[in-house]
């Protein structure tokens, strides 16, 4: 996947004719989408209100205001579009785009689509600022999609009166999630994706059929957040993705807010570096995480500079330990701290946990002292940051490909010791007539194996 990058200046010259496309909006006295207006730059059209039909291709588009997408409408943004959103980062002029409907967004490998703030904003000193409110799904939302789709700067504080502070979800005030679904019946799809640079959770699904694959998550989460954060309703494949610097976890699944079917995530084949530091309350953060009854197979994965390895919740609010299955975990640490959380104290593995105390440590999982099995990276040094350093943020910055940074050398030790002895919980994913297939499981360990 390319992360697409554009400055303002360019995109006013290259965009100053436009072409007509099939869009179909209402267009009425609440003023829901006018294009050409002077308080747009050169070469955008004006969108706010309800939207349907499709953006794009190769167009650029400025969010003034709330988008909304009505039940059983769906709105397509096609390859080379970018949607700028004109937010604040403050409650009341900050724009969501509400999902009731459907919303697919079709990028490609070489024109990918871009949803997020102008080049002005995009500065390292507003890594966590969140300018613009998400895409927040409703119970009536029946499909998201992100193909080849770069989401950024997302965030600002939820309203008064919006679905996601109604349904109970968050307060007003607090931050919005950049990507929300909250139907078990829907399908939630991201593929060949990023979203990055978000106040708290990248993505939070109560409900959902869910395949995420080949995406990459990035600075996720300011004080706390998971890159992706899972509830009751949530069935799916995790798998070949790529987390840096996230607050929390990069994957969590928790058996919460009471809706069927029960939370079932398979987590395999995914890379998780400098993560778990950010997170404020103690003894919470990591890599991944099952919990409160989740449920799911979690192999494969290559974790370094994290502050904890897999974690599986203590007793009282365990996940479904009879259903669970996990191991072949690579585990590296430049720090002892990072080390001592290979496998949590305050979770079950190893830990000899009265009720469990046959959980023993898997004999698949690769991990010694610190410094022991560097993974080798291609375009990142292990221990470039203390846990000290991963705390005050100094680590922050703006990365692109994450793919390429965290591509194993041949000579790197996690090329073998995977198993692909289990099988995605399915073969693939159906959602507006596209049928996704998911990837299987690989012996290497990671997302990304050398070339």
């Not at 919005?176 to 019946?185: G, L, W």
């Not at 080949?214 to 954060?229: I, K, L, W």
């Not at 390895?309 to 203590?314: A, K, Q, V």
């Amino acid at each position: 996947m390319r992360k697409l990058r554009f400055s303002l200046p360019c995109l006013i010259m290259l965009f100053l004719a436009f072409t007509a496309c099939d869009n179909s909006f209402v267009n009425d006295d609440d003023g829901d989408i006018i294009g050409g207006d002077d308080d747009v730059p050169a070469g955008f059209t004006k969108l706010e209100g309800e939207v349907s039909g499709t953006l794009g291709p190769d167009e650029n588009y400025w969010v003034t205001g709330d988008l909304f997408i009505r039940a059983g409408e769906s709105l397509t943004i096609m390859e080379g579009t970018n949607i700028i959103i004109d937010g604040t980062g403050r409650a009341g002029s900050s724009p969501e785009i509400n999902v009731a409907g459907s919303f697919y967004s079709y990028g490609t490998a070489e024109k990918p689509v871009y949803i997020g703030v102008e080049e002005e904003k995009r500065t390292v000193s507003n890594i966590f600022r969140g300018f613009w409110g998400g895409i927040i799904g409703t119970d009536t939302a029946e499909d998201i999609v992100f193909e080849y789709t770069t989401i950024e700067f997302a965030g600002a504080p939820a309203e008064a009166g919006s679905s996601i502070v109604a349904e109970g979800e968050i307060d007003e005030g607090e931050p919005r999630y950049a990507v929300y679904m909250v139907n078990p019946e829907g399908n939630f799809i991201m593929w060949h994706s990023r979203i990055a640079y978000t106040k708290d959770d990248a993505i939070r699904l109560n409900g959902a059929k869910t395949l995420i694959a080949y995406s990459e998550f990035a600075f996720n989460g300011e004080t706390g957040g998971e890159s992706v954060n899972t509830k009751s309703g949530v069935v799916g494949d995790f798998c070949y993705n790529v987390f840096y610097g996230i607050a929390t976890n990069g994957l969590k699944a928790a058996n919460s807010k009471g809706r069927q079917p029960q939370c079932n995530n398979n987590y395999y084949n995914n890379t998780i570096v400098g993560s778990g530091w950010r997170r404020s309350q103690a003894g919470r953060g990591g890599s991944l995480n099952y919990e409160n009854g989740a449920r799911g197979e979690s192999f494969n994965n290559l974790v370094a500079d994290c502050r904890y390895g897999l974690r599986l919740f203590p007793p009282d609010d365990e996940p479904d330990m009879a259903n669970m299955k996990w191991g072949n975990h690579f585990y590296y640490g430049s720090d002892e701290e990072m080390v001592e959380g290979f496998h949590p104290i305050n979770g079950i593995i190893g830990q000899n946990v009265p009720g469990y105390e046959g959980i023993t440590i898997p004999t698949s999982d690769i991990f010694g002292a610190v410094g022991d099995n560097d993974p080798m990276f291609v375009g990142y040094s292990v221990g470039s940051y203390t846990p000290a350093n991963y705390r005050a943020m100094s680590d922050a910055k703006f990365v692109n490909d994450l793919f390429e940074m965290f591509k194993l050398s041949p000579e790197s030790p996690a090329i073998t010791g995977g198993t692909t002895d289990f099988s995605p919980i399915y073969s693939e994913y159906v959602a507006n007539g596209k049928t996704y297939t998911t990837p299987l499981p690989s012996t290497f360990f990671g997302a990304v194996n050398a070339d």
